[in-house]
């Protein structure tokens, strides 16, 4: 995912704010957008695997089903944010 956001960096400050494609992938930096989706999402995960690990081993075997769908959906999350990127620099292409 880090490259992936490092291309759409890259290819932004490559791009004419003319260009209809960088006035659409603008858009993506909004407050609430994919990438700010896509830094909470990675917050979250990052927060749970952090606390997971804190956790003994017992506690971990309790909670790991809870943990394990929290865990699920926010990758399942980044991985459509990954996609939605994704698309936008093939657009780009064409």
């Known amino acids: 995912m880090d490259t992936l ?4 960096d890259s290819r932004a ?6 260009d209809a494609w960088y006035a ?3 858009t993506f930096a909004v407050r609430g957008g994919p990438l700010d989706q896509c830094t909470q999402a990675r917050s979250k995960l990052l927060g749970r695997v952090e606390h997971v690990s804190t956790v003994k081993k017992f506690a971990n075997a309790l ?3 809870y ?8 990758l399942t999350r980044m991985e459509r ?3 939605l990127i994704r698309t936008a620099l ?3 292409h064409l």
């Open 5 to 8: 956001l490092l291309r759409l």
């Open 13 to 18: 400050h490559e791009a004419s704010s003319n």
């Open 24 to 26: 659409e992938v603008e």
């Open 63 to 65: 909670v790991w089903k």
């Open 67 to 74: 943990v394990k769908e929290v865990v699920a959906e926010i």
């Open 81 to 83: 944010l990954e996609s």
């Open 90 to 92: 093939e657009m780009d």
